[in-house]
């Protein structure tokens, strides 16, 4: 059918999607060569909550590029989809959705009931973003689409539980953790949002309980947080600070508290800040609780889970909210004339990055898991080279984080979520089982040694065994784990795990794993324990780390910025190709992408471009030949464009195994825009639009339309859409016997174009250099001057004759001779070791010119000292922001490029005479 005259992007997104679903492209295995490997990646599930954003589109687009091209080079691939069920997130929306529709909330209706409205909303809500990935153009096997609470899922997740728990791996215990008070749960560090925000640094006077000893009545301690004073279990001075080596050991009075607590020796204080004297509370503050347990100084828990005064205070402190009691300690203090200064302060402050409110370090009651013996295996792997970082520098924020890591929190007091598979009895005993019946049974077992059930409870326990109704002996925790929990098992749950299924044996481990360096800490350090642990082997070969996506400027995108850019709205004016492919073609590696409005539209101009050149090539009945022989071709232009295809797909394949994807999408535009495009269509022009059929035209047709394919199908992991629809329009008439995407990679056409490249490379050079000179020189546009080959070989004069009519039109040339010596007022020019002269004292005054190029190169020189004084200043690099900074490197990089080009200019015309 012939291609319609415009290009719409909207138009053919939607049908294309439509095909790829009908022929079921993206199952695992489609396309896949007799005997093929695998290669496999898993989704980083996004949020079933959640909408696409640019780390999404940039993330998926390079998933999609790597799954695209293996599948293309006859690969078994499998790109597994899914999404993460989001705990706090989840439960946070449908709560939000109660109270606008003003119904009973989570606690009025119930666990069960607020789980089963859970899932409604989530069958009718959630998972919009696959949709959107969809869109985007994500080839997943969406058939095999999974979600974090699958029962399949959830038996894995129960089934680690236990197993980690058995070995002692998972335990209960008391410990720190960040208490969000609005959501009245423990937090991730991943959740914990640290803004600066203006304060205070209050210091009291904690008055000796026996008096003065070597005239020091009292010590001095400073805090933002007044409040939590009220917990203070000691005083803590650094063994070495002479000032309180005689007070260690002694007590003082607290306060408002009306407590003693003693003055102890610790390494934590420093001497040199303050007063070197640190109160110690210990189940208010990260570090504190370290110290208190070292010298087993007290833990009085002062707060509830709404952050609310609630134990170990006055009774005139009860109930108080944290800041109301803030207020009140300062206003008591200050009263018992103990106040000894208040200073403003910038506080480092944690916030709940999804409630928003100040986050409490609480002592709780919470799960762990003993991450640091589970990251031993996880380093040797990667130390050992069986996983590889890309790029190799993240290595070290992965080794850092796991050579310091602690243990993990896995408990959150939420609903929403995998229930953790404990369950306790009245007698204090806890069972960690995969099921409530395995635990009723544990009881049982546990009644045989201990005979600690009564005739009424374990008559209850057999008949809830054999299904009669449920006992009451045992009470499941309500406590739920950890999203990243699950997520941690997704390389091998979503395969089956724990059966042994065929996906899990062909596709695991996988090939690569594609993400932000954000969630190294949080997620792919906890795949690589999990899957070593419970699998024997690393979850993935390959971790690629890409960059963050920033505004044009440079700066990170956020909501209170207005910064924000919505990958949704850019497909939508765009298209999905040209968002994908500037994505691409940006993403080099280790350097953030600034994103601008701009670059989408020069690639959507560059789809443009492609589709006219292929309406070019039909309207010049260039058609695809069934069987076409690239090694057959015979004139040297076809040759030519042979030999610079193969070298294309060389360069792309090799980048793209490299993950160097912007090389690749590089790549394959230089060939299609410029080499395509500007100089093979160019130079068969005469002979496309020759009125005489010719050998040479026949030929030069069919070659067009292989060329074409070679492009479209090296294009189609970064655009699939427009591809797959010019692989259609430009069908022979039979059709095509697949998709694009089904169709194989390009293979390398086995053919001699070393002479062709010589020639046509000199051409376009020699065209390319006269053009520059003009430009650097300021020859007039419509000047036409002529140029002089001196000295040139026999070769070189047959070329120029050859090709004197492409020359003279596209170098704006009034003619071609030979001559042994440049003339006087020529510039020259080295193109292949040759020389060339254009004779342009009589259209450019060459005095001026070498005035206005000095100039522009001192205007250039003056900006990049300006620039390397200001980088040369380590006030500026600490204050300013890190966009800043980055963007006048960039300005000095830009600028040393151009001081670079008018130099040549200006030295070309130092030697015209």
Same mark, same amino acid.
């Given at each position: 059918?012939?291609?319609?005259?415009?290009?719409?992007?909207?138009?053919?997104?939607?049908?294309?999607?439509?095909?790829?679903?009908?022929?079921?492209?993206?199952? @695992?295995?489609?396309?896949?060569?007799?005997?093929?490997?695998?290669?496999?990646?898993? %989704?980083?599930?996004?949020?079933?909550?959640?909408?696409?954003?640019?780390?999404?589109?940039?993330?998926?687009?390079?998933?999609?590029?790597?799954?695209?091209?293996?599948?293309?080079?006859?690969?078994?691939?499998?790109?597994?989809?899914?999404?993460?069920? @989001?705990?706090?997130?989840?439960?946070?929306?449908?709560?939000?959705?109660?109270?606008?529709?003003?119904?009973?909330?989570?606690?009025?209706?119930?666990?069960?009931?607020?789980?089963?409205?859970?899932?409604?909303?989530?069958?009718?809500?959630?998972?919009?973003?696959?949709?959107?990935?969809?869109?985007?153009?994500?080839?997943?096997?969406?058939?095999?689409?999974?979600?974090?609470?699958?029962?399949?899922?959830?038996?894995?997740?129960?089934?680690?539980?236990? &197993?980690?728990?058995?070995?002692?791996?998972?335990?209960?215990?008391?410990?720190?953790?960040?208490?969000?008070?609005?959501?009245?749960?423990?937090?991730?560090?991943?959740?914990?949002?640290?803004?600066?925000?203006?304060?205070?640094?209050?210091?009291?006077?904690?008055?000796? @309980?026996?008096?003065?000893?070597?005239?020091?009545?009292?010590?001095?301690?400073?805090?933002?947080?007044?409040?939590?004073?009220?917990?203070?279990?000691?005083?803590?001075?650094?063994?070495?600070?002479?000032?309180y080596r005689n007070l260690i050991g002694k007590m003082v009075r607290l306060p408002v508290a009306e407590r003693l607590i003693p003055i102890i020796a610790d390494e934590y204080p420093d001497p040199e800040f303050g007063s070197g004297a640190v109160k110690i509370t210990g189940a208010h503050d990260f570090n504190d609780f370290e110290v208190a347990r070292r010298h087993d100084i007290p833990l009085f828990m002062l707060m509830d889970e709404d952050a609310r005064m609630s134990d170990n205070v006055p009774e005139r402190y009860l109930g108080l909210d944290r800041f109301e009691a803030r207020k009140m300690v300062v206003a008591e203090i200050e009263e018992m004339g103990l106040l000894r200064g208040i200073e403003d302060k910038v506080i480092p402050q944690p916030f709940g990055d999804r409630s928003g409110v100040v986050l409490e370090p609480m002592l709780t009651?919470?799960?762990?898991?003993?991450?640091?013996?589970?990251?031993?295996?996880?380093?040797?792997?990667?130390?050992?080279?069986?996983?590889?970082?890309?790029?190799?520098?993240?290595?070290?924020?992965?080794?850092?984080?796991?050579?310091?890591?602690?243990?993990?929190?896995?408990?959150?007091?939420?609903?929403?979520?995998?229930?953790?598979?404990?369950?306790?009895?009245?007698?204090?005993?806890?069972?960690?089982?995969?099921?409530?019946?395995?635990?009723?049974?544990?009881?049982?077992?546990?009644?045989?040694?201990?005979?600690?059930?009564?005739?009424?409870?374990?008559?209850?326990?057999?008949?809830?065994?054999?299904?009669?109704?449920?006992?009451?002996?045992?009470?499941?925790?309500?406590?739920?784990?950890?999203?990243?929990?699950?997520?941690?098992?997704?390389?091998?749950?979503?395969?089956?795990?724990?059966?042994?299924?065929?996906?899990?044996?062909?596709?695991?481990?996988?090939?690569?794993?594609?993400?932000?360096?954000?969630?190294?800490?949080?997620?792919?350090?906890?795949?690589?324990?999990?899957?070593?642990?419970?699998?024997?082997?690393?979850?993935?070969?390959?971790?690629?780390?890409?960059?963050?996506?920033?505004?044009?400027?440079?700066?990170?995108?956020?909501?209170?910025?207005?910064?924000?850019?919505?990958?949704?709205?850019?497909?939508?004016?765009?298209?999905?190709?040209?968002?994908?492919?500037?994505?691409?073609?940006?993403?080099?590696?280790?350097?953030? %992408?600034?994103?601008?409005?701009?670059?989408?539209?020069?690639?959507?101009?560059?789809?443009?471009?492609?589709?006219?050149?292929?309406?070019?090539?039909?309207?010049?009945?260039?058609?695809?030949?069934?069987?076409?022989?690239?090694?057959?071709?015979?004139?040297?232009?076809?040759?030519?464009? /042979?030999?610079?295809?193969?070298?294309?797909?060389?360069?792309?394949?090799?980048?793209?195994?490299?993950?160097?994807?912007?090389?690749?999408?590089?790549?394959?535009?230089?060939?299609?825009?410029?080499?395509?495009?500007?100089?093979?269509? &160019?130079?068969?022009?005469?002979?496309?639009?020759?009125?005489?059929?010719?050998?040479?035209?026949?030929?030069?047709?069919?070659?067009?339309?292989?060329?074409?394919?070679?492009?479209?199908?090296?294009?189609?992991?970064?655009?699939?859409?427009?591809?797959?629809?010019?692989?259609?329009?430009?069908?022979?008439?039979?059709?095509?016997?697949?998709?694009? @995407?089904?169709?194989?990679?390009?293979?390398?056409?086995?053919?001699?174009?070393?002479?062709?490249?010589?020639?046509?490379?000199?051409? /376009?050079?020699? %065209?390319?250099?006269?053009?520059?000179?003009?430009?650097?020189?300021?020859?007039?546009?419509?000047?036409?001057?002529?140029?002089?080959?001196?000295?040139?070989?026999?070769?070189?004069?047959?070329?120029?004759?050859?090709?004197?009519?492409?020359?003279?039109?596209?170098?704006?040339?009034?003619?071609?001779?030979?001559?042994?010596?440049?003339?006087?007022?020529?510039?020259?020019?080295?193109?292949?070791?040759?020389?060339?002269?254009?004779?342009?004292?009589?259209?450019?005054?060459?005095?001026?010119?070498?005035?206005?190029?000095?100039?522009?190169?001192?205007?250039?020189?003056?900006? %990049?000292d300006k620039i390397d004084k200001k980088l040369g200043n380590p006030d500026f690099l600490a204050r300013a922001k890190e966009e800043v900074v980055e963007e006048q490197r960039e300005r000095r990089e830009e600028a040393e490029a151009r001081r670079m080009k008018l130099a040549d200019a200006l030295e070309r015309l130092k030697v015209v005479a």
């Amino acid at each position: 059918m012939p291609i319609e005259k415009t290009y719409q992007p909207a138009e053919i997104e939607e049908r294309i999607s439509e095909a790829w679903n009908k022929a079921q492209a993206f199952k @695992a295995g489609a396309n896949a060569k007799p005997g093929a490997e695998s290669f496999s990646i898993v %989704i980083p599930p996004p949020n079933v909550t959640g909408s696409l954003h640019m780390g999404h589109a940039l993330n998926n687009t390079l998933q999609d590029v790597l799954t695209r091209f293996e599948r293309m080079r006859g690969k078994d691939v499998l790109w597994q989809p899914g999404m993460d069920h @989001a705990g706090i997130a989840t439960q946070m929306v449908v709560e939000r959705q109660l109270a606008e529709r003003q119904e009973p909330s989570r606690r009025d209706m119930g666990r069960e009931k607020f789980i089963e409205r859970v899932w409604a909303w989530k069958e009718e809500s959630g998972g919009t973003i696959i949709n959107q990935l969809k869109r985007l153009g994500a080839s997943c096997d969406f058939s095999r689409e999974r979600f974090t609470m699958d029962e399949g899922l959830s038996q894995a997740v129960r089934k680690v539980f236990v &197993e980690l728990h058995r070995k002692g791996l998972i335990y209960k215990d008391k410990r720190l953790v960040n208490w969000d008070p609005k959501l009245r749960t423990a937090v991730s560090d991943l959740e914990v949002e640290t803004r600066e925000v203006k304060g205070h640094m209050w210091r009291f006077a904690y008055p000796l @309980a026996e008096g003065p000893v070597d005239g020091i009545a009292e010590i001095v301690i400073a805090t933002t947080r007044p409040e939590t004073m009220l917990g203070d279990g000691a005083v803590a001075v650094h063994p070495s600070d002479e000032r309180y080596r005689n007070l260690i050991g002694k007590m003082v009075r607290l306060p408002v508290a009306e407590r003693l607590i003693p003055i102890i020796a610790d390494e934590y204080p420093d001497p040199e800040f303050g007063s070197g004297a640190v109160k110690i509370t210990g189940a208010h503050d990260f570090n504190d609780f370290e110290v208190a347990r070292r010298h087993d100084i007290p833990l009085f828990m002062l707060m509830d889970e709404d952050a609310r005064m609630s134990d170990n205070v006055p009774e005139r402190y009860l109930g108080l909210d944290r800041f109301e009691a803030r207020k009140m300690v300062v206003a008591e203090i200050e009263e018992m004339g103990l106040l000894r200064g208040i200073e403003d302060k910038v506080i480092p402050q944690p916030f709940g990055d999804r409630s928003g409110v100040v986050l409490e370090p609480m002592l709780t009651d919470q799960w762990w898991v003993d991450a640091k013996t589970l990251a031993q295996p996880a380093l040797a792997a990667v130390r050992g080279g069986k996983t590889n970082f890309v790029p190799k520098n993240w290595e070290k924020t992965y080794f850092e984080w796991l050579e310091n890591i602690q243990p993990w929190c896995v408990s959150r007091q939420l609903w929403w979520g995998h229930q953790i598979p404990a369950w306790y009895d009245p007698h204090g005993h806890v069972y960690v089982e995969e099921s409530r019946e395995d635990a009723l049974r544990a009881a049982i077992l546990r009644n045989e040694t201990e005979n600690m059930l009564s005739d009424d409870e374990a008559e209850s326990i057999h008949q809830e065994l054999l299904g009669g109704p449920q006992s009451d002996f045992l009470i499941q925790d309500e406590d739920v784990l950890d999203t990243w929990f699950s997520s941690a098992l997704w390389p091998f749950s979503t395969m089956g795990w724990p059966d042994e299924t065929p996906e899990l044996k062909r596709y695991y481990p996988t090939s690569v794993l594609v993400t932000g360096f954000d969630i190294i800490f949080f997620w792919v350090a906890r795949m690589m324990m999990m899957g070593i642990e419970f699998m024997g082997e690393v979850p993935f070969k390959d971790v690629y780390i890409h960059a963050l996506v920033r505004d044009e400027k440079g700066a990170k995108m956020s909501k209170s910025k207005g910064n924000v850019i919505d990958p949704l709205e850019l497909m939508d004016e765009f298209g999905a190709d040209a968002v994908r492919f500037t994505l691409a073609a940006m993403a080099a590696q280790g350097r953030d %992408i600034k994103l601008a409005k701009s670059r989408i539209e020069g690639y959507r101009n560059f789809a443009t471009k492609l589709w006219n050149a292929t309406r070019f090539a039909e309207m010049n009945q260039c058609a695809v030949v069934p069987g076409f022989d690239p090694s057959s071709v015979t004139t040297t232009l076809n040759k030519w464009i /042979v030999g610079e295809a193969a070298r294309t797909v060389k360069e792309t394949s090799a980048a793209i195994e490299a993950y160097r994807f912007n090389d690749a999408a590089n790549a394959v535009y230089r060939f299609a825009w410029s080499i395509f495009c500007d100089w093979y269509l &160019e130079l068969a022009k005469p002979v496309l639009q020759s009125e005489t059929d010719s050998a040479e035209r026949t030929e030069t047709r069919a070659t067009v339309s292989w060329t074409l394919d070679q492009i479209v199908a090296l294009l189609h992991p970064f655009m699939p859409f427009i591809t797959e629809e010019l692989w259609a329009v430009t069908a022979p008439a039979g059709g095509r016997a697949k998709l694009l @995407a089904l169709s194989d990679w390009p293979e390398l056409p086995k053919s001699d174009t070393e002479a062709a490249e010589a020639e046509i490379g000199w051409l /376009v050079d020699m %065209i390319s250099e006269v053009r520059s000179v003009r430009t650097e020189m300021n020859v007039p546009g419509g000047a036409q001057i002529p140029l002089l080959l001196i000295g040139a070989s026999a070769e070189v004069q047959a070329w120029a004759r050859r090709y004197e009519d492409a020359l003279r039109r596209q170098a704006r040339l009034s003619g071609i001779d030979f001559a042994d010596s440049a003339p006087a007022g020529a510039v020259q020019l080295l193109v292949r070791g040759g020389v060339g002269a254009l004779p342009i004292a009589d259209v450019v005054d060459l005095g001026a010119e070498r005035t206005r190029l000095s100039k522009e190169i001192g205007k250039i020189v003056d900006e %990049i000292d300006k620039i390397d004084k200001k980088l040369g200043n380590p006030d500026f690099l600490a204050r300013a922001k890190e966009e800043v900074v980055e963007e006048q490197r960039e300005r000095r990089e830009e600028a040393e490029a151009r001081r670079m080009k008018l130099a040549d200019a200006l030295e070309r015309l130092k030697v015209v005479a």
